[in-house]
């Protein structure tokens, strides 16, 4: 099978969100090909390189969502026709995303299908345009965009906050989403490229799914999409803090919110990480029939050893592990240990975390350190000795800490203090170590502890104090929650559960969608080659879809006959109409005719169609329905349903 792999700012990328599960998902599944569309984020991203890419990735093509509007294809200068199509499709999106599409006059109820249907008849007649034109850049930074949307801010019932945008609003919003729709504007989607792939696999439900929309749009392409972290979630974190004005992060906001009810209308499957994600797929639209969790794979050999050696660490360090950011609440976490110092003055806590790159991680993390050295000052367990505090800030792969699994295996509880979390890697990773844990009830923590952990409401330090305390002092309760977190983990959270529901998913996908490809029907020498489709796909019946289960039967199958029976072909076209009757042979009886022998038996016309209402073909219940000059009266390649 050949995979379209969609990736917006990850794999192959060094740097990325969805870089780790992405490779893991390549290297494992070794039997099919994979075709990677990545988009970049930055100029420090494709500067940071790619990832060692195995034999099974046949192609890569990247372009970037950064950068002026020179990076993408401008197309060619749009005629008069070319622009009214652009600001027909430009209104629909624009009056959508507003919440003024021309169907909002109807009850409330109908306001979300039709903003909806506004939305979609926008963005593919735009996709419909560059696909012909070359690209979408330049019409979407002109005035005629401003004016589209000058008029749809303007109108009766837009959203809250839209009305006042003025024109540096406007173009504002008009950058980005041409920036949003730059693969629009891309050369991926001739018959080579997304026209050559069984399935797309896109890494989010944004900007990286619009190649899989337009590769099922324009080829029948399956699309797949899996989502470990919301994008609609992350881009609601980070526009308030972007510095737009008000109207403009209303008109995106909007704008992203209709992008992911589409592309999860769309998708044949969707697959959440976990219930976290879940829950916000289905508040944003996302059908549950399609929604299959599916946890992410991590390695657990890596930690084997510390989980199977039986030593349960230091009954007295706490160890905190992750990226030093407000969102951890480290600070509450050390007003907790205070607590726990105060009733267990042998304890330690260890921070651990990743190098620090950015500024504002160095100033929290300096704010931490400062708030632990006030805390707790410098102890000495005697007039002779040097003071020590409490309270470690480590980096991974220092001295203190040089790996992972020996980071672990130095702590008896793991903590977790978070305010704000997706899917918790440290907590899986402690679970495979055995290790207990005592953590904030915050994104997907419950799902995955289960009941091997202790979990606490967030900003609360008295509560996390008392977990701790409570594991600290009881080591059989410690080494049960461990010894059950491990095997939980085990069962969960391995690679080889991932890639098994993976492959279980890319052969339903493709099974229930095949895609047949007009090309593959001829051969080198233009000829039409016989049997390029298999015949099942063709054959009327429930197995196949194809019968009275909401799918038409063929026109030969279905047209009424002028004078004749209902059911009955009219004209049938030349591949599908029985074999005309030969001259030099006596004509058919019309009175009882003298039974034929059984082989050259003939079937009347109407026992071989299947009529509107009928549940199997009637042909079924006729002795033999023969045909035997079927390869030189059909030269017609690819079709099985004028063999019947």
Known sequence: MRIGLLTDGGYPYASGESRVWCDRLVHGLAQHEFDVYALSRSARQEDGGWLPLPPQVRRVRTAPLWGPEDTARAGRAYGRRERRRFTTGFTALAAAVCGTPAASTAPAASTAPAVSAAFAEGLYGLADLARECGGLSTALRSEDAVRVLESACRAGGVRRGVHGATVSDHLAFAGQVERALRPFSLDWYGENDLGAVDLCHAASAGTAALPGLLAKRFFGTPLLVTEYGVRLRAHYLAAAEAPLSAPVRALLAAFHRCLAAEVYDQAAAITPGN????????KCGADRAKLRTVHPGMEAERFAAVGE???????????WVGRVEPAKDLVGLLHAFAEVRRREP????????APVRDAESATYRAHCQALAAQLFPDEATGAHAVGDNPVSFEELG???????????????????SSVVEGFPVGLVEAMFCGRAT???????????????????????????????LALLRDPARRERLGAAARARALELFTVEQNLAAFRALYLELISRAPVRRAAEAVGADGEPRLFAH?????????????????????????????????GVPAAAPARNRPPAPD???????????????????????????????????????????????????????GRADGHV
């Open 275 to 282: 219930g976290h994600a879940r829950r916000w797929q289905e």
């Open 309 to 319: 050696g039986g030593d349960g660490g230091d009954p007295r360090t706490l160890l």
């Open 346 to 353: 042998a304890t330690r806590l260890r921070i651990v975390s």
């Open 398 to 416: 220092g001295p203190e800490a040089p790996d992972l699994a020996g980071t672990y295996a130095a702590a008896g509880v793991v903590v977790l």
């Open 438 to 468: 005592v953590s904030t009830d915050v994104g997907a923590v419950v799902e995955v502890i289960g009941g091997t952990g202790l979990v606490v409401p967030p900003r609360n330090p008295r509560a996390l104090a008392d977990a701790c």
């Open 534 to 566: 298999p015949a099942e796909a063709h054959v009327p019946g429930h197995w196949t879809g194809r019968g009275s289960g909401g799918v038409t039967a063929p026109a030969w199958a279905t047209a009424p006959h002028p004078g004749g029976a209902p």
């Open 583 to 637: 001259p030099d042979l006596p004509p058919t009886p019309t009175s009882t005719p003298t039974p034929a022998p059984t082989a050259f038996r003939a079937a009347p016309a109407a026992a071989l169609v299947t009529t509107a209402d009928a549940q199997a073909p009637v042909v079924a219940s006729l002795p033999v329905a023969a045909s035997f000059p079927v390869a030189a009266a059909y030269p017609v390649a």
